[in-house]
């Protein structure tokens, strides 16, 4: 489905895709330190794998309502980091800029933490104790 926008100068009608809301609310949330990755699920990787390239909507979904939108998103976390924090940052981010770069109102923004990845690092670290 598109989002309809109303031009106030009259010039015509301004439609948005769902796909555009889903790429900018991906990026928007790839901002914050401590994502890892906007998980895309087993199509989407298949998807990639196939084609290679990568689908920067990956992991969002829209639903429009009568006068707003909502977004999900599915995300891998870094370990260590305090989740419900980064969440917090993600929500606030993902709305601001999908609302400056839209004009649209976004109702919510519901976050799914489906994976927790540990640094190279830190995995090294531990596997050699």
Same mark, same amino acid.
């Given at each position: 489905m598109n989002e309809t926008l109303n031009n106030d100068a009259n010039l015509g009608i301004v439609k948005i895709s769902?796909?555009? !809301?889903?790429?900018?609310?991906?990026?928007?949330?790839? *901002?914050?330190?401590?994502? +890892? @990755?906007?998980n895309q699920g087993v199509t989407g990787g298949i998807t990639q794998m196939?084609?290679?390239?990568?689908?920067?909507?990956?992991?969002?979904? !829209?639903?429009v309502e009568e006068d707003s939108t909502s977004i *999900?998103?599915?995300?891998? +976390? @870094?370990?260590?980091?305090?989740i419900p924090e980064v969440v917090l940052q993600v929500q606030e981010n993902v709305k601001k800029t999908v609302e400056a770069m839209t004009g649209l109102t976004v109702a919510s923004v519901n976050v799914f933490v489906q994976n927790i990845v540990v640094p190279k690092t830190a995995n090294q670290e531990i596997t050699a104790e």
């Open positions: 769902d796909e555009v !809301v889903c790429v900018i609310a991906g990026i928007a949330a790839a *901002e914050i330190n401590g994502i +890892v @990755e906007i196939f084609t290679g390239k990568k689908n920067l909507a990956k992991g969002v979904k !829209v639903a *999900e998103l599915t995300i891998a +976390v @870094e370990y260590g980091i305090k």
